[in-house]
C-alpha cells in the first residue's frame, strides 16, 4: 500500500486560510487520481477537492472559488489551499489515492484537523 501523510491542519479564525499538505510515499499506478476528503463529527465523508489522471482539478460546490488543491511531482505531495475558511469547513481532513480505473482500491491517510472559529 501506498502510505500518505497529511500535515498543516490547526485552528484558525473564520475567514483565515490554512494550506494541507500530503507526503505520498510512492505512485504505484501509472494512472492514477488524488483527493481531498473531509469528515465533520456527526457526519459522513464528503468529496472536497480532486485530481484526475489528466491533472484536471474538481471541486465540491460548498469549496468552490475558496479552495485549490495542486500536485507537486518533484516532493511526491499534493496540497490543498483553504482560503476564506468557514466554521463549516471545521472537520478531519484526508488524502487519498486510488487508480484511475477506480477498481483497485484506495489509500487513505491518516487525517488532519481542521477547526474554524
Known amino acids: 500500500h501506498v502510505q500518505l501523510v497529511e500535515s498543516g491542519g490547526g485552528s484558525v479564525q473564520a475567514g483565515g486560510s490554512l494550506r494541507l499538505s500530503c507526503a505520498v510515499s510512492?505512485?504505484?499506478?501509472?494512472?492514477?487520481?488524488m483527493g481531498w476528503f473531509r469528515q465533520a463529527p456527526g457526519k459522513e465523508r464528503e468529496g472536497v477537492a480532486f485530481?484526475?489522471?489528466?491533472?484536471?482539478?474538481t471541486y465540491a460546490d460548498s469549496v468552490k472559488g475558496r479552495f485549490v488543491t495542486s500536485q507537486d511531482n518533484a516532493k511526491n505531495t499534493v496540497s490543498l489551499e483553504m482560503n476564506s475558511l468557514e466554521s463549516e469547513d471545521t472537520a478531519l481532513y484526508y488524502c487519498?489515492?486510488?487508480?484511475?480505473?477506480?477498481?483497485?482500491?484506495?489509500?487513505w491517510g491518516q487525517g488532519t484537523q481542521v477547526t474554524v472559529s
Open positions: 487519498a489515492y486510488w487508480d484511475a480505473s477506480g477498481t483497485l482500491g484506495i489509500d
Open positions: 510512492r505512485f504505484t499506478w501509472r494512472r492514477y487520481c
Open positions: 485530481i484526475d489522471d489528466d491533472d484536471k482539478t
